[in-house]
Nanobody
Framework: QLVESGGGLVQAGGSLRLSCAAS????????MGWFRQAPGKEREFVAA????????IFADSVKGRFTISRDNAKYTVYLQMNSLQPEDTAVYSC???????????????????WGQGTQVTVSS
């Protein structure tokens, strides 16, 4: 089970930190990803982090503004979002990789478990 938190309403240029708390599986063995979906648009990859936390990848649209991290002792992955823009408005969801000790996926079908999502709204 994955539960996101930390979403909300923020002005352009502001920051938010999303959290994704995991339970019910060997969290530390799986890569984790963040995706987002805006109204009327397809789900979009945002960022992913390896099971060890040593490797990360980001979508070009968020590179340099967002960071992803994880605390395996707390079964939690984070998405720090800085310099937010109205186009970042979406429902953000975390997801767990299908394979233990797998690589970093950018496609939704590479992830097996999904949270319900948390709304992020950026006003101009």
């Amino acid at each position: 089970q994955l539960v996101e938190s930390g979403g909300g309403l923020v002005q352009a240029g502001g920051s938010l930190r999303l959290s994704c708390a995991a339970s019910g599986r060997t969290f530390a063995s799986y890569a984790m990803g963040w995706f987002r979906q805006a109204p009327g648009k397809e789900r979009e990859f945002v960022a992913a982090i390896s099971w060890s936390g040593g490797y990360t990848i980001f979508a070009d649209s968020v590179k340099g503004r967002f960071t992803i991290s994880r605390d395996n002792a707390k079964y939690t992955v984070y998405l720090q979002m800085n310099s937010l823009q109205p186009e970042d408005t979406a429902v953000y969801s975390c997801a767990a990789d299908r394979r233990p000790f797998g690589g970093l996926g950018v496609r939704p079908d590479e992830y097996e478990y999904w949270g319900q999502g948390t709304q992020v709204t950026v006003s101009s």
